[in-house]
């Protein structure tokens, strides 16, 4: 039976940049929920929600954690709720508690595919900034993967308590870099030291926070020296959310009063359409905030039922390819998406699934029509962080694991065997670098390989491949972090040791003109020959449009039987470049003439020939070498600037803003990703270990011809 009606859901992500506090805010959350009866410091390595060796080791999010809580608003808690009876206390709680999904997301670069597929299966966001910094790298990186998979979301302004914190200058930030319609409802009562509690422009009330937690919260008036700045700061709140609906627009105009209730469901409306964005702040460290943060949850970001409209369920049929919705309601279909794999050391493999619509049932057979095979659900579980509540089934809106799914992997449909389909597949960026990695004894080869497939299995942006030429295991990732991790995991889960070569750069080779070439293959050697023959045009695209092949045959010249076999000896090209042996990208390829032979010709004589024009063609086209370049951000005291800015330009850097920031520097750049290997500690060391960078994927650019010759030369 269904304990929560789906109105009641709310599924978020918690998501920012690294050290913004996400991990604290999620502690505090399950703190006061009751999920927890102790508070986990990430800087303690207690953090439930960071439960990997590596997060503790390192006070970082490297996985993404799901948990469930439950929450009744403070606002409608009565005076005297300790105190009712527990058949009173169950009646308040039945009719106005709401069950919360929670993922907690890394805040590296390296880790943003955790980030990708939370959001994809999330209805909103919480989005943490750090008081002190305002918006960072990171946050418009997460800010925009929110906006492409349309996340209605809220704003928390954290550590309002550390030295050089300004809430003011946070909250034009968020407006100025990441959305305009950002809009203050909560302001501190002092900031740094000074930070005793937060005013609700909304209500009009100051709250104050008690206890050793903070559990215990107290509404007071508005302090004097505070109400003209609060009045001010209303007048504005309720202007933006008038602007959103028409009856307050003219209610507005004709200057008549408009209710509590009427802007908080206004301000409802216009969150979850993305129209606006409220702020609040708080403290997680110091215990201010977090409640009221919680009852924003509730009262302003969506439930599965109210994106309907915004964000339907939408797939295909497996085979027909017919457009199919779904609703989100128990008596429909099921439609699940598989959207993380997990290994788990006690029952195995864990696919996390979020239920769309329909029932996930223990024991039921579901089909998986991205692949076309059918699953059995053995085992259903609901995760806390990585402790495991078995449950008999997950509903419309549920977040759960099923476990030891053997065919299904991330971004798969599972879905009821007689109403197939096939839900948006998840997009995951391509890998920056690699390593070289060989196991240091014979009894390691074979457990490498397992370990490496493994690992694999549950993070779609870490590749292996193989060279031909050598016979080494290439590992692909995000970056250094990312496959430092991965190797660590290796060592650890599955006890592997091994060796790791130099980092080599992700290049890739394109063109930068437009050409055609023939390509022609015919052999004789006694009975059937083989014939093939094209003509191709080549042409490069905009970056980042990848590959598209254009069939232009008319008349019958070539059959059309032939046609895939020519872009597919395209695409094995394709992989094997042309100056330096690196994947060509962004490029057009058009099929426009050739001749077959009745009998000779065949699907291999057309793919052999279609390789051979490519090539011919490629080469005619002014290839390219294309690297990644990255959007750094370097944060230094003022008395390293020259050192590290000289540093910075030495590494073919481009300086594109330099900010300051609480008596230090902090510059933002753009740099080739084969500049920056071991630059943590060159930069610690330039710094006396007082500098700190991010460092995110920007784009490709093509690489200075000097240093080009070098890489075709396999000097670099």
Not at 138 to 146: D, F, K, P, R
Not at 186 to 213: C, H, S, T, V
Request: net charge negative; glycine share 8%.
């Amino acid at each position: 039976m269904r304990q929560y009606p789906l109105e009641k859901y709310r599924n978020i992500g918690i998501i920012a940049h690294i050290d913004a506090g996400k991990t604290t805010v999620s502690e505090r959350v399950l703190f006061y929920t009751g999920v927890s009866h102790k508070i986990g410091e990430v800087h303690e390595g207690e953090a439930i929600m960071d439960w990997m060796e590596q997060e503790k080791e390192r006070g970082i999010t490297i996985t993404a954690a799901a948990t469930t809580c439950f929450w009744m608003p403070t606002y409608r808690r009565p005076q005297n709720y300790a105190d009712l009876t527990r058949t009173d206390a169950e009646e308040i709680k039945k009719k106005y508690e709401h069950r919360i999904n929670i993922i907690d997301t890394p805040g590296h670069i390296d880790f943003t595919v955790e980030v990708q597929r939370s959001l994809r299966v999330l209805d909103a966001a919480v989005v943490i900034f750090d008081g002190v910094a305002g918006v960072e790298p990171q946050s418009e990186t997460v800010w925009h993967q929110a906006d492409k998979f349309k996340v209605p979301r809220i704003c928390f302004i954290n550590k309002l308590d550390r030295i050089g914190a300004n809430f003011e200058k946070s909250f034009l930030s968020i407006q100025e870099r990441l959305n305009p319609n950002a809009i203050v409802v909560q302001i501190p009562i002092g900031l740094e030291a000074n930070f005793e509690g937060i005013i609700d422009l909304l209500a009009m009330k100051a709250f104050y926070f008690e206890g050793d937690r903070g559990e215990k919260i107290i509404e007071k008036e508005i302090p004097n020296e505070l109400k003209v700045q609060s009045e001010k700061l209303k007048v504005l709140l309720i202007e933006k959310i008038s602007e959103t609906d028409e009856k307050l627009t003219q209610k507005y105009l004709e200057g008549k009063e408009i209710s509590f209730e009427e802007l908080k469901q206004a301000m409802r409306k216009a969150t979850i359409n993305s129209q606006l964005v409220p702020v609040f702040c708080g403290s997680a460290l110091k215990n201010k905030g977090v409640q009221l943060m919680l009852d924003a949850v509730l009262d302003y970001l969506p439930s599965p039922l109210d994106l309907k409209e915004i964000k339907p369920i939408e797939g295909a049929h497996p085979k027909t390819e017919e457009k199919i919705n779904r609703q989100p309601a128990d008596n429909e279909p099921l439609a699940a998406l598989a959207f993380k794999i997990a290994t788990d050391p006690y029952v195995g493999s864990l696919t996390f699934v979020r239920v769309y619509s329909g029932v996930l049932k223990r024991g039921s057979y579901v089909l998986n029509s991205s692949k076309g095979n059918q699953e059995r659900i053995g085992r259903i579980v609901r995760m806390h962080a990585n402790q495991r509540e078995e449950v008999e089934e997950m509903y419309a809106g549920d977040l759960g694991a099923a476990v030891g799914l053997k065919g299904t992997s991330t971004g798969d449909t599972l879905c009821d065997p007689g109403n197939p389909i096939v839900l948006e597949k998840i997009i995951f960026p391509e890998p920056v670098i690699s390593v070289r990695i060989e196991p240091k004894t014979k009894a390691d080869q074979e457990k490498l390989g397992f370990a490496l497939h493994r690992l694999s299995e549950e993070d779609p942006t870490f590749r292996i491949s193989g060279d031909p030429d050598t016979g080494e295991t290439i590992i692909s990732g995000m970056g250094e972090l990312h496959l430092e991790i991965i190797i660590d995991r290796a060592k650890r889960e599955f006890g592997v040791e091994a060796d790791i070569g130099r980092p080599q750069v992700a290049y890739k080779e394109t063109v930068n003109a437009e050409s055609e070439a023939e390509g022609r293959y015919i052999k004789q050697s006694g009975g059937r020959g083989q014939y093939g023959h094209v003509w191709l045009n080549v042409k490069s695209l905009e970056r980042g449009k990848g590959f598209v092949f254009v069939n232009k045959i008319k008349g019958g010249i070539i059959p059309q039987e032939f046609i895939p076999a020519v872009e597919k000896g395209v695409k094995e090209a394709l992989s094997k470049g042309i100056l330096a042996g690196y994947p060509i990208v962004d490029i057009e390829v058009k099929l426009y003439d050739g001749s077959f032979h009745e009998v000779d010709s065949s699907e291999i004589a057309f793919k052999i020939a279609g390789a051979m024009a490519f090539l011919e063609a490629a080469k005619r086209a002014k290839p390219v070498i294309l690297e990644p370049v990255m959007k750094i951000q370097v944060i230094a005291p003022l008395e390293f600037l020259g050192d590290v800015t000289g540093d910075l330009n030495a590494k073919r850097g481009r300086i594109e803003n330099i900010s300051d920031r609480v008596n230090i520097k902090v510059i933002d750049v753009k740099v080739s990703l084969a500049e920056m290997f071991g630059y943590a500690t060159k930069l610690r060391s330039m710094t006396q270990g007082r500098g700190t960078f991010t460092m995110e994927f920007d784009h490709y650019e093509e690489v200075p011809s000097n240093i080009a010759q070098l890489i075709i030369e396999g000097k670099k």
